[in-house]
């Protein structure tokens, strides 16, 4: 196209950013644009006002670009993502194509670098903007792929967007400022470690279990079944709803793992291999989903654990020659006095639940016992980091039991339009 058919202020914005991108900004002047452009210098300052204005443009220009390139990428890996190597690929190619794009404007990033103490607060804002809104593209693609590859991430796709793109940004600088070989080798190795340090923190999803928390009401019922088969089975029932116990969890109690702090009831798990914690403190919530379950004094596990008492001392009457030590016995036993198994938990989830049904018909199992204080705990504003330690859960998994919580907080809104 002939530079009579571009329009003027059009015209202007492509020989700025030619001649900012060789000679770098500082070192090009308005006039040398102007002359450029084929324009008179007067018309340059009625469409940008002055220099910093005309910069403005370039940028957003500049941003415009980059937002197609991400776009183009996009479409061309997400339709065929379908594993954790191809989350691989798709890293690549953008980090890649990111950085042939910066790197194709060196003298314009060096000066914005250099010069960007220099600049009005609309400017900044604005190449602000702009990097937010081609993160969002990306944190789009990203999720696309996560989704497409089942897979999770510890973090949600916008930070994954902002801290990849942050790591692009700050390579290329170093490049085009400094002698990038004294920080590493060469392109290839960062471009390697940048996709190895997001690939190695996903998870499959199709590894975990769906997270299927259980009503309130039916919760409420379950402990009630419990509470008629025996004072043992009422104090399991409340450990699995007030604490999330696991079946692990329950057979490795002992005694004085119930401790009473602050009129607060903690438990003690032992180390596991499902935990991977030693000595994990878990607080008894003495309020399951709206219902109080007594004190920290006075509730199913103290009032099991009278009886507990008298039976062990009763028990250490009957053997003389019993080596048997308070400190170190079980919590729970089972009929024949023996600890309580695995099998035995499960056979007693079994009957207090055979009545309950999930919506898709399935039998409600025993793991949900533990989702539903997970989301509890989560829609009662436990920050995460304070549940992973008392839940024992890392970091990364701890994503579906935070979107299952903002599907029923969606569906709660939505229900509540109705009223």
Not at 377 to 387: E, I, N, Q, T
Request: charged share 20%; aromatic share 6%.
């Amino acid at each position: 196209m002939s530079v009579s058919r571009i329009p003027t202020r059009q015209r202007i914005v492509n020989t700025a950013l030619e001649l900012f991108a060789s000679k770098g900004i500082t070192e090009t002047t308005t006039r040398q644009i102007a002359d450029f452009a084929q324009v008179n210098e007067v018309t340059l300052f009625r469409h940008f006002g002055n220099k910093h204005g005309l910069l403005l443009a370039v940028l957003q220009e500049c941003l415009q670009k980059y937002l197609v390139l991400a776009q183009v990428g996009e479409s061309l890996m997400v339709s065929d993502i379908s594993s954790q190597s191809d989350l691989r690929r798709f890293l690549k190619y953008y980090i890649q194509s990111s950085l042939r794009a910066l790197e194709s404007v060196p003298e314009l990033v060096r000066s914005l670098v250099g010069e960007a103490g220099q600049y009005p607060l609309e400017s900044r804002q604005a190449l602000a903007q702009g990097i937010n809104q081609v993160n969002q593209t990306i944190a789009t693609a990203i999720n696309d792929v996560l989704v497409n590859s089942r897979l999770q991430y510890s973090l949600p796709p916008i930070k994954l967007a902002n801290l990849l793109n942050t790591c692009i940004l700050g390579y290329a600088v170093i490049t085009l400022t400094s002698d990038v070989q004294a920080v590493w080798r060469d392109r290839d190795e960062f471009v390697s470690t940048l996709v190895d340090m997001f690939v190695q923190e996903v998870i499959p999803t199709t590894q975990a279990r769906p997270i299927i928390d259980i009503p309130a009401e039916t919760v409420r019922d379950i402990i009630l079944q419990a509470k008629k088969c025996s004072p043992r089975d009422y104090a399991i029932a409340y450990l699995l709803f007030g604490a999330g116990m696991t079946a692990q969890n329950l057979t490795n109690l002992r005694l004085q793992d119930y401790q009473i702090q602050a009129n607060h009831g903690l438990l003690r798990t032992q180390a596991s291999q499902e935990s991977n914690i030693n000595g994990r403190l878990v607080p008894l919530n003495q309020k399951i989903l709206g219902h109080r379950y007594g004190s920290a004094t006075s509730n199913p596990l103290s009032a099991y654990l009278k009886i507990r008492q008298k039976d062990l001392q009763k028990d250490l009457k009957d053997l003389k020659d019993a080596k048997a030590n308070h400190d170190t016995e079980s919590m729970f036993l089972s009929g024949d006095r023996q600890p309580l198994s695995l099998e035995e938990v499960e056979q007693l989830w079994e009957r207090w639940t055979q009545p309950y049904r999930n919506l898709d018909g399935s039998p409600l199992t025993l793991d949900q016992a533990r989702h539903t204080w997970c989301i509890e705990m989560l829609a009662r504003g436990m920050d995460v980091d304070s549940f992973c330690i008392i839940s024992g859960i890392k970091t990364k998994e701890l994503q579906a039991y935070q979107t299952r919580l903002n599907e029923k907080l969606a569906i709660d809104k939505a229900i509540a339009l109705d009223a």
